[in-house]
């Protein structure tokens, strides 16, 4: 089972959740997470904010893209 990493998101639609949890091996430089009928699309910010004692790291939104069919 893969580990996972809080990242904090900032930016973007006012619905979104602010912290999720990710796979290590899908944190990077952009992040994409999938919501109704498409994709927001973050990028690093080479910050880290603490998070429940420990720094986790901070994406800010960038744009959306839609699923294509």
Same mark, same amino acid.
């Given at each position: 089972m ?6 904090l998101? *900032?930016?973007?639609p006012?619905?979104?959740p ?6 290590v091996?899908?944190?990077g430089h *952009?992040?994409?997470?999938?919501r109704g009928?498409?994709?927001?699309h973050?990028?690093?910010?080479e910050?880290y ?6 720094p986790a790291?901070?994406? *800010?939104w ?6 294509a069919e």
């Open positions: 893969p580990r996972l990493v809080v990242v998101l *900032r930016g973007g006012d619905d979104l602010r912290v999720m949890e990710a796979p091996d899908e944190v *952009r992040m994409s997470f999938p009928n498409g994709y927001e973050f990028e690093f910010s910050e904010e603490d998070f429940d004692g420990r790291p901070v994406y *800010r960038s744009y959306r893209t839609a699923i």
